[in-house]
């Protein structure tokens, strides 16, 4: 069985500061690990993907995750934070041969202070 | 060009009606989704359909139905609504090969 814990439901940072977001998973075969965010009242869009190649994984606009097999996890991170990243931000994973069905975990809310 | 869209936007009906939900998608992708979001961000699947055919069913009531007339295209139809079904709810589409889902804007549906 598949799950994705996410802790932390509330992050704030200020500008300029490291964004962490935590992600943990578990699956019973290697995984496809995904961060999507969601910015008030939008849909979901993808940030960035993991699909066992690189290890490092970098996505849209400066976010960046790292799969480590060993801690199962897969953090997401940003440099430097922007105003715009405040949203709502969902790890998920999915498994091929289940027709691709996504388990999300139940989302961090990022607040970027002034 | 929007990729995977949804409408109505926002819905909003009385209790004990019937209403339905459109979703298309551009994308060419085989496989569509229904996802529902409740009030505190929670994402649950509730069916999956490949080429038209459904694949995943979760624990849905039977007041919701889905309905595939072709593979780019998957609609929800609740019979009954109730307070509880008020949430927003995202129609999804993605390939085999690729592994990453495309999600339309939502649908926020208030049940009163």
């Known amino acids: 069985a598949q799950s994705v814990t996410q802790l932390g439901s509330h992050v704030s940072v200020s500008e300029g500061a490291l964004v962490l977001l935590r992600c943990n998973y578990s699956?019973?075969?290697?995984?496809?690990l995904f961060w999507y965010v969601q910015y008030p009242n939008q849909g979901l869009q993808l940030l960035l993907k993991y699909t066992s190649a690189a290890t490092l994984v970098k996505g849209i606009n400066d976010f960046e995750a790292e799969f480590k097999k060993s801690e199962t996890s897969f953090h997401l991170t940003k440099p430097s934070a922007h105003m715009s990243d405040a949203a709502e931000y969902f790890c998920a994973v999915t498994e091929t041969g289940t027709g691709n069905q996504f388990y999300f975990g139940t989302g961090t809310s990022l607040t970027v202070i002034p | 060009d929007t990729a995977v869209s949804q409408t109505p936007k926002y819905l909003v009906t009385q209790m004990g009606n019937d209403k339905s939900i459109k979703c298309e998608q551009n994308?060419?992708?085989?496989?569509m989704y229904w996802y529902k979001q409740d009030s505190k961000k929670f994402l649950k699947i509730m069916f999956s359909y490949n080429n038209k055919e459904l694949i995943i069913n979760e624990t849905v009531p039977n007041r919701f139905s889905p309905k595939s007339p072709d593979k780019a295209h998957l609609n929800l139809h609740i019979n009954s609504l109730e307070l509880g079904d008020s949430a927003v709810y995202f129609c999804?589409?993605?390939?085999?090969?690729?592994?990453?889902?495309?999600f339309g804007q939502g649908t926020r549906l208030t049940v009163v």
């Open positions: 994308l060419g992708h085989d496989t």
């Open positions: 999804a589409s993605s390939q085999a090969a690729g592994p990453e889902a495309f």
């Open positions: 699956s019973s075969v290697p995984p496809y």
